[in-house]
């Protein structure tokens, strides 16, 4: 039977949070600058259509995947990889 001690579980649950903030990181940051910049635009040109900001939004995010796709994706495996490998020791 397997056993994991409390210190494991909490471990591998901060690493987790830590690598999915890690990985939303430049999306959100993004995201959100952009909104920011939208913002600042429509408050300065008085337009107030709330669609405005989804099209420039959508397509940073998409843009940001695209450039980011990789190294997320390698993290992500690197993360799992090293889950996978520590498990004789959580066994044991």
């Known amino acids: ?3 994991l001690d409390q210190s494991i579980v909490i471990s ?3 690493e987790s949070i830590y690598t999915v903030l ?3 990181a430049p999306i959100m940051g ?3 600058l952009t909104g920011l910049l939208v ?4 408050a300065t040109t008085q337009i107030q ?3 405005l900001a989804f099209i420039p939004k959508i397509l940073v995010i998409l ?4 450039i980011f796709g990789p190294w997320m994706l390698s993290t ?5 990889t090293n889950l996978f490998r520590s498990i004789p020791q959580y066994i044991g």
Do not use: H, N
Request: aromatic residues 10%; charged residues 10%; negative net charge.
């Open 39 to 42: 913002a600042i635009f429509q």
């Open 12 to 14: 591998i649950g901060k």
């Open 30 to 32: 993004l995201g959100l």
């Open 76 to 80: 992500m495996v690197d993360f799992v």
């Open 63 to 66: 843009l940001s995947i695209a």
């Open 1 to 3: 039977m397997i056993y």
């Open 22 to 24: 890690l990985i939303i």
């Open 49 to 51: 259509e709330q669609t």
